[in-house]
């Protein structure tokens, strides 16, 4: 049998298309949109067909018939869909997501193919992009947490964000019943959806409302954390210097020899720190909220 594997475990995506409106079929969709994503290598130029393995959607358990039928609705609805995205220039335009898609029982995988249009927002992506874990993605049970997600991620490294309660309604593909009741919205959706993203990711968010009268118009959403995440390679630079210093500290003995000059880690691990802190900033900069 054929064997795949995911080159990549984390998902680029533009800031914009974390933003976008749209309203997902089911919880496949966006991980489809997740895996494919995860499949862009940095070199890529132009899009591919990318094959993704049964497995690799349905993480819950063992595929199955059941399965087979929502992996075709799933695409179907893929393919016939359009996402509004408001790009950086202030424009709203609005693409397909895809051009097609091919299921192969054989190999137990299935094909799909992304419209060029949308090729700025996935490949290439320099600045005004957000990045996160694939796995920690796939955990989410439901599509309110999954778009809830994606845009607070793309405002991570922000202090806090408001955001209009109709535009959170596009962005989360409420039904109408939840637009026309705020109450409904904030316990049907937001408040589930942000408790699992809190549970099962690293955001961490409280949220409170701004009104115009008696009505609530805006939602403020207070990150507790902001932050650049510190890429791993430092982590465990940082971290050797601290158990090699802490191993010198326990094993220095004193001798009557001369002993060859000990490496300074207390500077070292200095050093690490101040880079750790150049990346941060740098990790702003570059995304430019």
Request: aromatic share 10%; proline share 4%; with cysteine.
């Amino acid at each position: 049998m054929k064997q795949y594997h995911l080159p990549m475990q984390n998902v680029k995506k533009s800031n914009a298309i974390c933003r976008a409106y749209w309203t997902p079929l089911n919880v496949y969709e966006p991980r489809i949109i997740a895996l494919l994503a995860s499949q862009i290598q940095p070199t890529d130029e132009d899009f591919k067909e990318y094959e993704i393995p049964f497995t690799a959607l349905f993480t819950e358990k063992e595929y199955g018939g059941k399965d087979y039928i929502k992996l075709q609705k799933s695409l179907k609805s893929l393919v016939e869909k359009s996402i509004t995205i408001k790009e950086d220039d202030g424009r709203i335009k609005i693409y397909p997501l895809f051009y097609s898609a091919e299921i192969n029982p054989n190999s137990n995988s299935f094909k799909i193919a992304i419209h060029d249009k949308l090729k700025h927002h996935f490949i290439d992506l320099k600045q005004h992009y957000t990045q996160y874990n694939l796995l920690e993605f796939l955990t989410l049970s439901s599509t309110y947490s999954q778009r809830l997600f994606e845009y607070l991620k793309s405002w991570e490294d922000c202090e806090s964000t408001q955001i209009a309660v109709e535009e959170l309604h596009k962005i989360l593909g409420v039904p109408e019943e939840y637009k026309k009741n705020f109450f409904n919205f904030k316990r049907r959706a937001l408040v589930p959806a942000l408790t699992e993203i809190m549970k099962k990711t690293g955001l961490e968010y409280v949220w409170e409302v701004k009104k115009q009268g008696r009505k609530i118009t805006h939602i403020i959403f207070i990150n507790s954390k902001p932050k650049a995440k510190t890429p791993d390679w430092l982590k465990k630079k940082i971290q050797k210097a601290q158990d090699i210093q802490n191993e010198n500290q326990e094993e220095q003995r004193p001798s009557a020899h001369q002993q060859p000059e000990q490496a300074n880690f207390s500077d070292l691990i200095k050093q690490l720190e101040e880079e750790k802190k150049r990346l941060v900033e740098e990790s702003k900069k570059n995304k430019n909220k």
